[in-house]
């Protein structure tokens, strides 16, 4: 299947969505769990799809896939965090990347500003949700600030379909 650029050539679709994700794949990004408290309990998954978005006021934006189910509970107003995980933490990164109900199983976490906070983490950033905005097969999930905190230990980062770490020169 081809398409269409405005102004430009035909491009073949599955070509450009393989060099797409392998020049993705290229990047090196920070490692977190994306949680909620919801029906009185937590929920969280693996992201790697974040960033900083506004300092004032400060604001955050998660990239969610529209099928995720952490996505489904939230909605404009809800709670909830983005916990960055410390180097350490690539089996946490697995499970909650997984399908499954008891991520949380012994795993250390705290209720803090109204989301599920993992306790051994690299920062943590609490949100509320301004605005969900629907960007192909994923959704941006918009969040204001409560609240933040970081940690002097070695993120978890993942490049080349690979978990790894940052190195000071």
Known sequence: MSMKHQDGPDVDAEVLQKSFRSAMGNVATAVSVVTTFHDGGPHGTTVSAFSSLSMDP????????????????????????????????????????????????????DLEDGAPALRDRHAWVSLTVDSLVVAGDHTLVLGLVEAADARDVAPLTYWQRAFGTHQRF
């Open 58 to 109: 400060p604001m955050l934006l998660v990239s969610l896939d529209n099928t995720s189910n952490l996505l489904s509970k939230l909605a404009v107003g809800s709670r909830f965090g983005v916990n960055v995980l410390a180097a350490h933490h690539d089996q946490i990164a697995l499970r909650f990347a997984g399908k499954g109900e008891d991520k949380f199983l012994d795993i250390p976490w």
